[in-house]
Structures are given as structure tokens and as C-alpha cells.
């Protein structure tokens, strides 16, 4: 039994416990979550137990498909057999809770500082993506994880879409000819143009590792690298179009408002080892019409035998299908089986699924730590390339060999040795 405590309880935690649900209503018997953590005790107890507690804060999001829209979900929807502690310092919880394993669904400052904690103390962990605030902060829990021989790995829910696994497939098989191009513009949809997004300061805050390109870069890199391989170079432009931001109740009047340091837009053009070129421009600005590329259904993908956009094919002959139905035709069941073990779809379960079994089995999960820091490399290529007004190779940051950009972040930690 792998006893889990969860450092982090805001309202991220519905759609993890939900996730978690979703495994034991599949049978996965193997976890039951002992300890939750939170700064406020009573963030802590309104996941506890349906009818008690205090009251969940309101989803922040009402987008569908976006895990911040997720709520009412409590641990005794999941678990009754288990009494579950509640802790306000997570060191405390680490050192002295009836844990084996850690969640860390912190803001990204936190990460390397948990992870620090819990690997001392012989915890496996799976953090929240971003894996860490910076590279180097990122490369130490790494090799802590590796020096220790304990399981680390980030919770990046984009590897296990159904559309990362069926894009992967598709392009991989040959079936579809070979991927050439990339776009994406999402301009003016979230949060703008000029709310605090998810309500949270801290993700326009530099040292904070705020920011858009870190936020949502980790996500896009991570789905193009299993789709079109990785990442070699890119070239970044990011910019601050809202300095200061805003959020306001129903009535439309300013209740928070911050001053921001960190990107709210990032356009990059990058290529991958095979040859793929892509392009990305998003933001969390934009005011007047919005826009979203693939006539709103997303990143769009140029192969040599057609284009997919959202859940369409396009062929060059003229003749359309469903991505999701070659998949299902097409594809080998084993591979189908490994992609969605136990019939589950949801990406919250899946990831949480395969960490769990890397513990049990002692093998490196999917989506390790060492995945998730080549995402952030790439993510802080987009921003050294910027700082730096050039083409950017990812193996730069990776190494170290570039990090003007996290300097103040890598200085406020203690990182630039």
C-alpha cells in the first residue's frame, strides 16, 4: 500500500482527487491518500469529508475541459477506511506523517523546496508541472531523485490526452506521411485581457516563475515532443502587454490587482530534431475578438498527406475522417492498451496511474523528471532566446550554459553555484 500525503490544496485538488476516484472505481487498490497539507487548515478539511467541513472555494474557471473548473470532490468519495491527517507545514508533514509517497501540487516557487524535503526524508514524489522554477532548480531534484533511487515524476496531464497519444501514433506510424508543420495562435481567451489568472498573483511574478511561456509552455512542449520529437532550437518574443492586472466580482468592481514582471504573451517559432517547424503565439491579453487557430479547434498539424485539426483529418484527395476513429481502427490494440490501461481516459488518472506502478515496478515513470526538465528547458528557451534576441539551442539551457533570464530567480534561491 502506497500511503500518499498531498502538499497543496488549492482548487487544482478536485481534479487530482478525481483522478484519483476515477482509479479506484477501475479497481486500482494499491494508494490510499493519508495526509493533506495546506497554509490554511481549513482549505485542508473542505476536501475531507462530503457534509463536513468547510465549504470548497468556487472552481476559478468555467471553461470545459479545464481541470480548474473541476470541484465537488472530497477523499471520502474515494477512501473510508483511512483517517486522514491534516498538516500546515508540509516539512512536518514529510518528517512526521504516515506517508510514503508525496503530491506536490504547490505554486512552481515551491517546488524544489518540497521536493527537497520529501527526498531526504525517502519519499517518492510527484510534483505539479511545471517540474521546478528553473532549470537548475529542476536539475537538482533530478539528480536527488537519482542519488536516493526514489521515484520523481512531474504531473503533466498533456502526455496523456487522448489526442497527444492518437497525434503520436499517427504521425510515428507512417500512416499519415511524415509531420512538417506546427501552428498554434490562442490570442485573447484565457483570462484576458487583463485578469489575475486563476486568481493567483504569484503567476505574474518572475521569481515567482510566473508567467505565461512557463505556465502553459511545459504543456505545449511536452505534447509536441511526443508528437514530433524533441525539441532542438527555438526563438522566443515574449512580451508584458498588461502591466498590471485585475481581479473583479460580479458587479465588475477591482477587488485584487497586481503589478506584473512576467510574461503575459509569448509568440516562438521552434523546430524539432526530425525536421518539424512550428509556431506558437498565445496570450492571456488580447482585447477585442479572440483567436484561436484551427477555425477554433486548436493547433493544427501539416503532414505530407493531409492536415488534423482538433479532432479532424484532412486529406490531400479530398476525403475527411475522424482522428479519433483511425485511431481506434487502426492502431494496435496492445498500443491502445498502453496508452488507456483499464479503460480510463481521464489524463488526471492516467498520470497518476503510471506513477504509481513506476514505484511498485522501480522503473522510471513517463512522464519523469527528467521529461519534465527538458519541457521546462525548452519552455525557458522560449524566454533566454527573447532576452537574448536569438535562436536559442534547448541543450543551452539544459546544460546550464544559458540562464540570464532565471538569474533573479536562481539568485533569490540560492542556485547560481
Given at each position: 500500500?502506497?500511503?500518499?500525503?498531498?502538499?497543496?490544496?488549492?482548487?487544482?485538488?478536485?481534479?487530482?482527487?478525481?483522478?484519483?476516484?476515477?482509479?479506484?472505481?477501475?479497481?486500482?487498490?494499491?494508494?490510499?491518500?493519508?495526509a493533506?497539507?495546506?497554509?490554511?487548515?481549513?482549505?485542508a478539511?473542505?476536501?475531507?469529508?462530503?457534509?463536513?467541513?468547510?465549504?470548497?472555494?468556487?472552481?476559478?474557471?468555467?471553461?470545459?475541459?479545464d481541470?480548474?473548473?473541476?470541484?465537488?470532490?472530497?477523499?471520502?468519495?474515494?477512501?473510508?477506511?483511512?483517517?486522514?491527517?491534516?498538516?500546515?507545514?508540509?516539512?512536518?508533514?514529510?518528517?512526521?506523517?504516515?506517508?510514503?509517497?508525496?503530491?506536490?501540487?504547490?505554486?512552481?516557487?515551491?517546488?524544489?523546496?518540497?521536493?527537497?524535503?520529501?527526498?531526504?526524508?525517502?519519499?517518492?514524489?510527484?510534483?505539479?508541472?511545471?517540474?521546478?522554477?528553473?532549470?537548475?532548480?529542476?536539475?537538482?531534484?533530478?539528480?536527488?531523485?537519482?542519488?536516493?533511487?526514489?521515484?520523481?515524476?512531474?504531473?503533466?496531464?498533456?502526455?496523456?490526452?487522448?489526442?497527444?497519444?492518437?497525434?503520436?501514433?499517427?504521425?510515428?506510424?507512417?500512416?499519415?506521411?511524415?509531420?512538417?508543420?506546427?501552428?498554434?495562435?490562442?490570442?485573447?481567451?484565457?483570462?484576458?485581457?487583463?485578469?489575475?489568472?486563476?486568481?493567483?498573483?504569484?503567476?505574474?511574478?518572475?521569481?515567482?516563475?510566473?508567467?505565461?511561456?512557463?505556465?502553459?509552455?511545459?504543456?505545449?512542449?511536452?505534447?509536441?515532443?511526443?508528437?514530433?520529437?524533441?525539441?532542438?532550437?527555438?526563438?522566443?518574443?515574449?512580451?508584458?502587454?498588461?502591466?498590471?492586472?485585475?481581479?473583479?466580482?460580479?458587479?465588475?468592481?477591482?477587488?485584487?490587482?497586481?503589478?506584473?514582471?512576467a510574461?503575459?504573451?509569448?509568440?516562438?517559432?521552434?523546430e524539432?530534431?526530425?525536421?518539424?517547424?512550428?509556431?506558437?503565439?498565445?496570450?492571456?491579453?488580447?482585447?477585442?475578438?479572440?483567436?484561436?487557430?484551427?477555425?477554433?479547434?486548436g493547433?493544427?498539424?501539416?503532414?505530407?498527406?493531409?492536415?488534423v485539426?482538433?479532432?479532424?483529418?484532412?486529406?490531400?484527395?479530398?476525403?475527411?475522417?475522424?482522428?479519433?476513429?483511425?485511431?481506434?481502427?487502426?492502431?494496435?490494440?496492445?498500443?491502445?492498451?498502453r496508452?488507456?490501461?483499464?479503460?480510463?481516459?481521464?489524463?488526471?488518472?492516467?498520470?497518476q496511474?503510471?506513477?504509481?506502478?513506476?514505484?511498485?515496478?522501480?522503473?522510471?515513470?513517463?512522464?519523469?523528471?527528467?521529461?519534465?526538465?527538458?519541457?521546462?528547458?525548452?519552455?525557458?528557451?522560449?524566454?533566454?532566446?527573447?532576452?537574448?534576441?536569438r535562436?536559442?539551442?534547448?541543450?543551452?539551457?539544459?546544460?546550464?550554459?544559458?540562464?540570464?533570464?532565471?538569474?533573479?530567480?536562481?539568485?533569490?534561491?540560492?542556485?547560481?553555484?
Amino acid at each position: 500500500m502506497i500511503r500518499i500525503g498531498i502538499v497543496g490544496c488549492g482548487r487544482i485538488l478536485a481534479a487530482h482527487l478525481r483522478g484519483y476516484q476515477l482509479l479506484r472505481a477501475a479497481g486500482v487498490d494499491n494508494f490510499r491518500i493519508t495526509a493533506l497539507c495546506a497554509r490554511r487548515e481549513s482549505d485542508a478539511w473542505s476536501y475531507v469529508r462530503r457534509g463536513e467541513g468547510p465549504a470548497q472555494r468556487e472552481p476559478v474557471s468555467t471553461s470545459p475541459g479545464d481541470p480548474l473548473a473541476v470541484g465537488d470532490v472530497f477523499l471520502s468519495d474515494l477512501q473510508n477506511d483511512v483517517e486522514v491527517e491534516v498538516f500546515t507545514d508540509y516539512r512536518e508533514m514529510i518528517a512526521a506523517g504516515k506517508i510514503d509517497a508525496v503530491n506536490d501540487f504547490t505554486t512552481h516557487a515551491l517546488h524544489h523546496q518540497v521536493a527537497e524535503a520529501a527526498l531526504a526524508h525517502d519519499k517518492h514524489l510527484l510534483t505539479q508541472k511545471p517540474l521546478a522554477v528553473s532549470v537548475a532548480a529542476g536539475r537538482r531534484m533530478c539528480d536527488q531523485a537519482e542519488a536516493r533511487d526514489l521515484t520523481l515524476a512531474v504531473f503533466e496531464n498533456a502526455r496523456n490526452r487522448a489526442d497527444t497519444r492518437q497525434l503520436g501514433w499517427l504521425f510515428q506510424s507512417g500512416c499519415f506521411g511524415e509531420l512538417k508543420m506546427i501552428l498554434l495562435a490562442n490570442i485573447g481567451n484565457w483570462w484576458a485581457p487583463d485578469r489575475i489568472v486563476a486568481e493567483t498573483p504569484w503567476r505574474h511574478q518572475l521569481v515567482e516563475g510566473g508567467g505565461i511561456t512557463l505556465d502553459i509552455g511545459v504543456h505545449l512542449f511536452n505534447h509536441f515532443r511526443f508528437v514530433a520529437g524533441e525539441i532542438a532550437a527555438v526563438t522566443g518574443n515574449t512580451r508584458i502587454v498588461e502591466p498590471r492586472r485585475f481581479t473583479r466580482d460580479s458587479q465588475g468592481q477591482v477587488v485584487a490587482s497586481v503589478n506584473c514582471d512576467a510574461d503575459d504573451t509569448m509568440f516562438a517559432t521552434f523546430e524539432t530534431e526530425q525536421g518539424v517547424i512550428g509556431n506558437i503565439a498565445a496570450s492571456w491579453s488580447g482585447h477585442g475578438q479572440p483567436l484561436l487557430t484551427g477555425q477554433g479547434r486548436g493547433i493544427v498539424y501539416y503532414g505530407t498527406a493531409g492536415s488534423v485539426v482538433g479532432n479532424e483529418i484532412a486529406r490531400d484527395d479530398g476525403t475527411h475522417d475522424e482522428l479519433s476513429s483511425v485511431y481506434e481502427r487502426q492502431c494496435e490494440p496492445i498500443r491502445q492498451q498502453r496508452h488507456f490501461p483499464l479503460g480510463l481516459t481521464d489524463a488526471f488518472a492516467l498520470n497518476q496511474l503510471d506513477w504509481l506502478q513506476a514505484i511498485s515496478e522501480k522503473r522510471a515513470p513517463e512522464t519523469s523528471g527528467r521529461e519534465g526538465l527538458r519541457d521546462l528547458a525548452a519552455s525557458f528557451a522560449v524566454l533566454e532566446s527573447s532576452l537574448a534576441k536569438r535562436t536559442v539551442e534547448v541543450d543551452e539551457v539544459l546544460s546550464g550554459a544559458l540562464r540570464k533570464y532565471q538569474q533573479p530567480i536562481d539568485s533569490r534561491f540560492g542556485l547560481l553555484s
